[in-house]
Nanobody, 125 residues
Framework: QVQLVESGGGLVQAGGSLRLSCAKS????????MGWFRQAPGKEREFVAA????????YYADSVKGRFTISRDNAKNTVYLQMNSLKPEDTAVYYC??????????????????WGQGTQVTVSS
């Protein structure tokens, strides 16, 4: 019904940058909230950032604020996560997610309806 496909992950040295993209296909939505989560081995899935349909409201985890930027291009059905000044502790599988209903702050995985397959981000020291 709905598919989310991430791209842009990879291996980068500490202090470097990556840009993740997440493209939506299938069922169309009038509006939806998009978020990014990450999960390291042995850890719970962690909220990273989210953005409203209009793009007017963004939310960030304290650990990434000032380094990561979330944005979206609704005409392309794509959300982005620009990651700068990467640290080894940013290493994780990164997932994009979509929530169809609501337009607020949703920091928990169970708040979202659809998920991408995940893309590995590895930051070396």
């Amino acid at each position: 019904q709905v598919q989310l496909v991430e791209s842009g992950g990879g291996l980068v040295q500490a202090g470097g940058s990556l840009r993740l993209s997440c493209a939506k296909s299938g069922r169309t939505f009038s509006s939806y909230v998009m978020g990014w989560f990450r999960q390291a081995p042995g850890k719970e899935r962690e909220f990273v950032a989210a953005i409203s349909w209009s793009g007017g409201s963004t939310y960030y985890a304290d650990s990434v604020k000032g380094r990561f930027t979330i944005s979206r291009d609704n005409a392309k059905n794509t959300v982005y996560l620009q990651m700068n000044s990467l640290k080894p502790e940013d290493t994780a599988v990164y997932y994009c997610a979509a929530r169809v209903n609501g337009d607020s702050y949703y920091p928990y995985p169970n708040d979202y309806d659809y998920w991408g397959q995940g893309t590995q981000v590895t930051v070396s020291s």
